[in-house]
């Protein structure tokens, strides 16, 4: 079965996703940002998340983590959370 390790930053609004997302393309450091800014208790550990198979995250997430490539930041994802960037750290078919 799949296998997929990723990191998020959690934030309540679209506008604040995007302009985190902007500070990691211009070079700000993901995990820090997420020490700073999610609201997520993972935030803590930069973000991490560990390591999880299909159908252990809400939909949208899953469908992020097991399709886009790995070390690239994806976002704004919208749950019922409120709205994730997306890094996947690694994956295993």
């Given at each position: 079965?799949?296998q997929?390790?990723?990191?998020h930053?959690?934030?309540?609004?679209?506008?604040?996703?995007?302009?985190?997302?902007?500070?990691?393309?211009?070079?700000a450091?993901?995990?820090?940002?997420a020490r700073?800014?999610?609201?997520?208790?993972?935030?803590k550990r930069?973000?991490?998340?560990g390591?999880?198979?299909?159908?252990?995250?809400v939909?949208?997430?899953?469908?992020v983590?097991f399709?886009?490539?790995?070390?690239k930041v994806?976002g704004?994802?919208?749950t019922?959370?409120?709205y994730?960037?997306?890094?996947?750290?690694?994956?295993?078919?």
């Amino acid at each position: 079965m799949a296998q997929a390790s990723a990191r998020h930053i959690l934030v309540d609004t679209e506008a604040e996703c995007k302009a985190l997302k902007k500070q990691i393309e211009e070079g700000a450091d993901f995990a820090e940002l997420a020490r700073k800014h999610s609201n997520c208790p993972s935030g803590k550990r930069g973000g991490e998340l560990g390591t999880f198979g299909p159908g252990q995250m809400v939909p949208e997430f899953d469908k992020v983590v097991f399709s886009e490539p790995v070390g690239k930041v994806v976002g704004p994802v919208k749950t019922d959370f409120g709205y994730h960037l997306v890094e996947v750290t690694s994956r295993s078919a």
